[in-house]
């Protein structure tokens, strides 16, 4: 029996020093199995006579309940501790950023795109689009530009092969747009006055330097009542400037110039502050160009089936690539369209950064750039 008390502390022993449920079933299993220690005494006990053996078998029975009370409590044990090493392991940092940073980026133009529609969203326009490709007379001749007239000059335009064998025949072929004004004719084609859009696109010309490529973006605009004088003009653009450059106060000048589809014409300039390295837009005496604009020329109302005795209207185009380059001090148009990431992760903005006239145009919570 001494033996057995011995053989039961090495068990007991051996069941406290288990250290996963995997080694514990093996101590089980040699000790209470079919060929177990305890089992085999069990076994043997039928050989011993009719005394010893109630004695022994009293004793092993007591062995064999302590033994079973102690695997069960170190199997509860070692379930706990499996049980807390797996939920440790598993454990998920829900403080961290989903991505470890925001990989995106909006590309300067499509940013100063959404600042001009939110800026002139609130003052009631509606964004009205055109094609790529346009015939002449949407793009020249209903904007008072006939065939031949000098201002088509102006413009070094793409034309569109419209033979078989590859020439042209220069009165007849497509374009692709060298402005957004073409919208101005399809606006008034399909909708009546009054009118106030603006008309954001990519236009073309054959043209290429640090602050010219031969794709760049102009947004039209087009206003249409009765009543429309160049008041209406100069406060418009003056509230699209100062909301645009997010200044209070900002000095500007309109210049007489000359466009065939408006009359009268003028270019619009804007106050700065021309130093070497930075552009201060509403400070010293120096002047920017910004926009071209003007009234409706009669013969454009015309050719877009409007009365000139009855509505009159402005007009303007502004270059947004131009937009961009002053508002984020951005020096070569080219590399606009380079597709360089590591420019654009420079000069991007973050993509969820909305531009609104509420919530800020270009510093939302200090998220841009
Ligand atoms: N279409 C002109 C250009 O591309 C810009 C322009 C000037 C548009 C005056 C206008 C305007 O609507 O009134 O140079």
Partial sequence: ??????????????IKAANDIKALEDIRISVMGKKGLITEQMKSLGTLPLEQKIETGKKLNVIKS????????????????????????????????????????????SKIYEEVVAIFGQMGFEVAEGPDIEDQFHNFNALNMPANHPARQMQDTFYLPNTNDG?????????????????????????????????????YRSDYDATHTPMFHQVEGLVIDKNITMAHLKGCLYDFVKAFFELDEIPVRYRPSYFPFTEPSAEMDIGCLKTKTELKIGAGNDWLEILGCGMVHPNVLKAGGIDPEQYQGFAFGVGI???????????????????????LKNYGFAPLDFSSLTGGLSNNGGQTR
Avoid: C
């Fill in 167 to 203: 020439s042209f025949d220069m009165d007849n072929s497509y374009v692709i747009r060298t402005h957004t004004s073409g919208i101005q004719i399809r606006t008034m084609e399909s909708k009546k006055p009054p009118i106030r859009i603006i008309a954001p696109g990519r236009t």
């Fill in 66 to 109: 302590e033994i079973e009370q102690a695997l069960s409590t170190q199997k509860q044990v070692l379930e706990e501790k499996e049980l807390n090493e797996k939920l440790k392991k598993e454990t998920i940092d829900i403080t961290l950023p989903v991505r470890p940073e925001v990989q995106g980026r909006i590309h300067p133009v």
């Fill in 321 to 343: 690539d131009r937009l961009a380059m002053l508002k984020y001090g951005i020096p070569d148009l080219r590399t606009f369209f380079e597709s360089d990431v590591r420019w």
């Fill in 1 to 14: 029996m001494e033996d057995m008390e011995s053989l039961k502390e090495q068990i007991l022993n051996n």
